[in-house]
């Protein structure tokens, strides 16, 4: 397990977990940009911890990451299994919408990358309606498919030139992950990959009740949605995640204990 002297983490299969509640995250990731570490945060789920086990560079771009935050509702029973009594979910489009709304107090500014022309400009206008004195460094939606070095270099100029202390990343998983990680010592600010986030904060998504999220059954409502789509991911995502966390279950829990411990950053109970 790798050394995280800022934070308590819990191992989950082959991937180190923040056991951080989503207040403790958000000022985590403030404190960063505010201070310009060149960082970058995964939002992970079961389908980031089937897939860690499956990829080589994802798996090392999770365990490079600066911060792995547990999104899917299984991530965060298995952490208070481990003894984190109080962890959250903390998910991509919640955090992205709760740095926004602090951005203005905080004095940060955020640049948007992923997705497509149209949705972000309708991110900006919601946002910027939403939280009007905030500050958009810039946004830009590259081309789906695998972008020329001078490209690659524009894209990197043009956001360290924008002044954006956080960025946020749509690109799917795992490209979000590995963009972020091939680039974390050539983007000077905060990289946080969010997913989904960006069509689910303009509407073109539209996120499943608070009760069925809190059920862990968001998974369930994306699957009616879109079936055939999601159907072969979830079929096998799921009890592979299943089988690899209760397989590595005991061995995790003692590492968990005894590198938090030893760090002196313990467990709630």
């Known amino acids: 397990m790798k050394q995280l002297p800022q934070y308590r983490v819990g191992r989950i299969a082959d991937a180190d977990i923040a056991a951080l509640t989503f ?5 985590t990731v403030e404190q960063w940009a505010v201070g310009r570490k060149d960082s970058y945060v995964c939002i992970c789920n079961t389908h980031s911890i089937v ?8 798996h090392e771009a999770l365990a490079r990451a600066d911060l792995c935050t547990p999104d ?3 991530l965060v029973w298995a952490l208070k299994l481990y003894g984190f009594e109080c962890q959250d979910r903390v998910d991509g489009p919640s955090l992205m919408l709760k740095l926004c709304e602090r951005a203005p107090q905080t004095g940060l500014s955020i640049y948007f990358y992923g997705s497509t022309p149209d949705t972000l400009d309708s991110l900006k206008e919601r ?3 939403d939280y009007p004195e905030i500050r958009i460094a810039g946004g830009f939606s590259p081309p789906f498919r695998e972008l020329r070095p001078d490209e690659e270099e524009q ?11 956080i960025v946020f990343v749509s690109l799917g998983c795992p490209k979000q992950e590995i963009w972020m990680y091939r680039n974390k010592d ?3 600010g905060v990289m946080i990959g969010v997913g989904a986030a960006f069509d689910y ?5 539209r996120r499943p009740p608070l009760m069925i999220q809190k059920l862990g059954l968001e998974w369930l409502y994306r699957l009616i949605s879109e079936p055939k789509r999601l159907w072969k991911r979830y079929v096998y995502n799921n009890p592979v995640y299943v089988y690899r966390f209760l397989k590595s279950y005991r061995r995790n829990k003692r590492l968990t204990l005894h590198h938090n411990r030893h760090a002196g950053r313990g467990v709630e109970k």
Do not use: C, L, Y
């Open 127 to 129: 946002v910027e309606q």
């Open 186 to 188: 050539r983007i000077r």
């Open 72 to 74: 899917g509702m299984p």
């Open 51 to 58: 897939t860690a086990g499956n990829q080589s560079e994802f």
């Open 23 to 27: 207040q403790e995250t958000v000022h």
């Open 155 to 165: 894209i990197i100029h043009d956001i360290n030139s924008s002044g954006a202390h």
């Open 201 to 205: 904060i303009t509407g073109k998504v």
